[in-house]
């Protein structure tokens, strides 16, 4: 069932990344709301990373992959994904969930961030994030310029947006 509610904000993916350091992929989000410059960057697995740019890119493959099997058996059992949620952020990962409504029912079911991510998409479902969590691992374009507020950033912090679009996965 649906934990207690936190406040949530509404993001979207801004852009994959590359982290030069480690070569992992990078999902970029971003605050919806217009005037907004908050994003917050989550780093995933290469598979889910490929799932995400796929889905952007607008690219069919002659199979269905994962996060596309799982769009249909959700909705071949007569779900449907609402939306997915990062809710917290502990010893350095973030974990989400997908909410289903399941005949009148809310569901919420744990999964990583880049499963979430990959699923909303294609379900056309709302992606938020805890305010907590975007105010405390998140940070504004601004900051991620000037390289302020290091820590888990500390390899993108004197990139731009110019530079970091200059590596999608």
């Not at 993001?11 to 217009?34: C, M, W, Y």
């Not at 769009?71 to 974990?95: D, G, N, P, Q, S």
């Amino acid at each position: 069932m649906e934990k207690e509610k936190q406040a949530r904000v509404e993001v979207k993916v801004n852009f994959l990344s590359i982290d030069r350091g480690t070569g992992a992929p990078i999902v970029v989000l971003k605050e919806k709301e217009d005037g907004s410059d908050r994003i917050l960057l989550i780093w995933i697995g290469e598979s889910e990373a490929a799932a995400i740019q796929m889905h952007i890119e607008k690219i069919q493959l002659p199979r269905p992959m994962t996060h596309d099997l799982l769009k249909t058996m959700i909705e071949t059992l007569e779900a449907k994904v609402t939306a997915v949620c990062v809710h917290a952020f502990e010893e350095r990962t973030f974990y989400a969930h997908v909410i289903l409504d399941v005949k009148g029912d809310n569901i919420e079911v744990d999964c990583r961030p880049s499963d979430a991510i990959a699923l909303a998409l294609r379900c056309e479902a709302s992606i938020y994030v805890v305010e907590e969590v975007l105010t405390e691992q998140g940070f504004s374009e601004q900051e991620l310029a000037k390289g302020q507020k290091p820590d888990t950033k500390d390899v993108l912090q004197n990139l731009d947006d110019d530079t970091l679009k200059q590596y999608t996965v």
